[in-house]
């Protein structure tokens, strides 16, 4: 972390907006000395969002190979910046909708790097809580999953014990209220749903929930709700029951009835 002193601009210049957040902003740009290039996520106003915990979640976890790499942090006391690996291989999800649908063969190798990814944050305390297939992203153009990185962890959030001490949850049962622990297992259950909406789009080539570009917000929160999703006709008439199986345990309506990352990689369909 680089004190006020030493300016963002000094080491990088910078290029074109990737993305636009509400509160953040996502460009390229070019280490001066070296020429390589990166990706910066700049957090315009600290003091309207802190990106503390989202830094010192990418300094813990940000080896593991599927993780985002956090390369510098800059702080000029308004703005932060954050230079992470730049990624070159575009969104899981335009890929999805480019080829339509995936075969089961690739869409479990993905499943299977994900939910792994997803497992080793759960079992350290941390919920991504935003893993919607635009945060997931490939990193070269190989297309291969081993090049998939979960990314942004601006609403991801660690487990820690009532004096602020991170925990993980081999450890939490005896220290922590059973409100947090709750939560957290709501946390870890919304993000498996997430993969659950992100293997139903892989096998069919559409969302589970919006089937038409008419559909209001209203009538897709209601089916959401409801839990009803269709796993028959278009891609689904030529897809496995094992697949079929693992959707409906993903999307369970119940949270404490939804598979868990371990129960994702233990069944038969991805193991």
């Known amino acids: 972390l680089h004190g006020n002193s030493v300016q963002f601009s000094d080491g990088y210049e910078l290029r074109e907006d990737i993305g636009v957040g509400s509160y953040s902003v996502c460009k390229r740009c070019i280490h001066k000395t070296t020429n390589m290039e990166y990706a910066v996520k700049v957090i315009i106003d600290k003091s309207k969002r802190d990106p503390s915990e989202e830094i010192e979640i990418l300094l813990r976890y940000g080896q593991h190979p599927n993780v985002i790499t956090l390369k510098d942090v800059y702080d000029d006391g308004k703005s932060v910046y954050l230079v ?64 998939l990185r979960i990314c942004d962890f601006g609403f991801a959030k660690q487990l820690r014990a009532e004096n602020g001490l991170l925990m993980t949850p081999c450890y939490t049962a005896n220290f922590v209220a059973p409100e947090v622990l709750k939560r957290q297992g709501y946390d870890a259950a919304c993000d498996i749903w997430s993969l659950g909406v992100l293997l139903y789009t892989m096998l069919a080539g559409h969302t589970p929930f919006a089937n038409g570009p008419d559909d209001t917000p209203g009538v897709i929160l209601t089916r959401i709700g409801s839990g009803r999703f269709l796993l028959s006709g278009g891609n689904w008439d030529t897809v496995s029951e094992a697949a079929k199986d693992l959707v409906k345990k993903m999307l369970h309506v119940d949270p404490h009835q939804r598979f868990t990352a371990a129960q994702v990689l233990r069944h038969p369909w991805i193991a």
């Not at 350290?124 to 992203?137: C, E, T």
């Open 84 to 147: 992470t690996e730049l990624m070159k291989g575009g969104e899981l999800l335009d890929k999805i909708l480019r080829q339509k649908f995936f075969s089961e063969r690739e869409a479990s190798a993905v499943l299977q790097t994900i939910a792994r990814t997803v497992e080793y944050l759960h079992s350290q305390g941390v919920v991504h809580r935003d893993l919607k297939p635009s945060n997931i992203l490939y990193v070269d153009e190989s297309g291969n999953p081993e090049s």
